[in-house]
């Protein structure tokens, strides 16, 4: 399930509206619709204040299949927290990104022959 979908299925559980949630972050009802449509970014910050409102652990909030966390620290916050899942999509964009740098190089090189 992606962190949107979890998010929308927890607020529906509680009976929160999108207001409500968007209140108790201190953001916009927009973008709060955002995170559960997963538009954009979410921040740890807001993931922390979300685990608090619905009481819950911020790795049980994020635990899904694929995902593993790992605690970088010994204080036991989630400020270590790293989550060792690369998507698709950032998989694509990289491939993307080395392609464009390969193609830069080359034509970098016959400008130097």
């Known amino acids: 399930m992606e962190i949107g979908k979890k998010l929308r299925t927890l607020r529906a559980e509680r009976g929160f509206t999108q207001e409500k949630m968007?209140?108790?972050l201190s953001i916009p009802q927009a973008s709060y619709s955002n995170l559960e449509n997963n538009k954009g970014r979410i921040d740890l910050k807001t993931i922390q204040k979300i685990a608090e409102i619905y009481e819950m652990d911020v790795i049980d909030l994020l635990k899904e299949e694929g995902f593993s966390f790992h605690q970088n620290n010994k204080k036991g916050d989630?400020?270590?927290l790293v989550i060792n899942q690369i998507s698709d999509k950032l998989i694509e964009?990289?491939?993307i990104r080395l392609k464009e740098k390969d193609e830069i190089i080359t034509?970098?090189?016959k400008r130097l022959s």
């Open 107 to 109: 034509e970098l090189r």
């Open 78 to 80: 989630n400020n270590g």
């Open 22 to 24: 968007a209140d108790l």
């Open 93 to 95: 964009q990289y491939e």
